[in-house]
């Protein structure tokens, strides 16, 4: 390597470490590693996997130049067994080291590859390098970083080394960004041990205000991720209500519903000192504003009131009405669509309510049994086999 090469290398390298070190989001970790490694490399494609409660890679971003559409369908199986478990990739997961091949991929007929297949042949991808996100010491394996090279050679020793340098960064830091996720979640198990709702029902929340969100535009990993943070964090505030109001069964009276309406912003002055929460802290804040200006804490309207809050406010609905409570039983799903659309552009976004109404009644049912089973959750420590 000549001496300019070199230098932009470890340009690249300290940009990338930098960043590593210091975000608090974990798509951000993943995507700087990946667009690092395809210009280290000069890899076409990088693809990073991480794995999901029922055995399979999926992947999480890709870098370089060549086109992603239909990445996202890729499944790649940990378990040697089955066709799509045979690759490079599950190897370096398995193995928890580096697995570099020539890319004939083994896989039988009939397994759905077809993004694989189509960059393979349209780009000439001819040797796989597979490097584990593997945290040094405790040998935690968060995913894997799979580079497509347009060559018939994997990447030589010192590239190797600087790769599985900065993998092991990137494993660090989500193991920094998983402790984190841990102990936001001990403070909503806390509350959910003194409230009577259960954590189904902040899953299901979360759930279905990623839905929401992706159905009104969003697509950057950051936004989705602060978005699940408030929703996972929403009632946080009611943790400081007085038990006999927070498990009354009957009607509140005007001073207990006064207690209950400070809980968003008692929310808000926890998580206030988390900087790592972003946006996410406004969401806790203002998820009870309503669309005409008449809700609380602050009585914001309209578009002031921050876009995620005001997905959290339909998700939440949603899901409290289409819940048992002790003082009523489920409203079933097309009196909660009726009651959500008759409440269109007073309590709630109208642009909010006509994305729920665009889904199927089978498709949230599907999303409610996949949070019910903690589908939440992509990135928690024993997921990654803590
Ligand atoms: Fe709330
Ligand atoms: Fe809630």
Redesign the pocket.
């Known amino acids: 390597m000549d001496l300019a090469s070199c230098l932009r290398q470890e340009k690249l390298l300290h940009r990338a470490l930098e960043t590593v070190v210091r975000t608090n989001s974990e798509s951000r970790v993943l995507q700087i590693v990946a667009d690092t490694v395809s210009r280290m490399l000069d890899a076409p494609l990088v693809l990073v996997s991480a794995p999901d409660p029922e055995g399979w890679l999926l992947p999480r971003c890709s870098g370089g130049p060549v086109a992603k559409e239909g990445i996202e369908r890729l499944r790649i199986s940990v378990d040697t067994a089955a066709p799509e478990g045979r690759g490079a990739t599950s190897l370096a997961f398995r193995d928890r080291r580096y697995v570099g091949s020539p890319a004939a991929p083994p896989y039988s007929p009939g397994v759905d590859l077809t993004p694989w297949r189509w960059h393979q042949s349209a780009f000439g991808l001819d040797y796989v390098a597979a490097f584990p996100l593997i945290h040094a010491q405790r040998r935690i394996v968060f995913g894997v970083l799979t580079c497509y090279l347009s060559r018939m050679q994997g990447p030589d020793e010192a590239q190797r080394r600087v790769v599985e340098g900065l993998a092991c960064v990137a494993a660090s830091a989500l193991y920094r960004l998983a402790l984190q996720e841990e102990t936001l979640l001990s403070l909503v198990t806390a509350l959910q041990e003194r409230d009577g709702?259960t954590q189904e029902?902040?899953f299901r929340?979360v759930r279905f205000s990623e839905q929401l969100a992706e159905l009104l535009g969003w697509s950057n990993l950051e936004d989705l991720e602060r978005l699940r943070w408030g929703a996972m964090l929403?009632?946080v505030g009611k943790i400081c209500l007085p038990l006999a109001v927070l498990r009354k069964p009957g009607r509140l009276t005007g001073e207990e519903i006064h207690q209950v309406r400070r809980h968003a912003e008692v929310g808000y002055r926890i998580v206030q000192g988390l900087e790592g929460l972003g946006e996410a802290r406004q969401f806790v804040r203002f998820?009870h504003e309503r669309f005409d200006g008449e809700g609380y804490p602050c009585g914001l309207r309209g578009d002031a009131i921050p876009e995620g809050a005001r997905i959290l406010a339909v998700a939440?609905a949603f899901?409290?009405m289409t819940s048992e409570r002790p003082y009523r039983p489920a409203l079933v799903y097309q009196r909660a669509r009726a009651e959500l659309r008759q409440a269109a552009g007073r309590q709630f976004d109208p642009r909010a309510v006509r994305a729920f109404c665009s889904v199927s009644p089978q498709e949230w049912e599907r999303l409610r049994q996949a949070a019910d089973r903690g589908v939440y959750s992509r990135y928690c420590l024993h997921r990654a086999g803590a």
């Open positions: 709702e029902h902040t929340v929403h009632d998820h939440d899901d409290a």
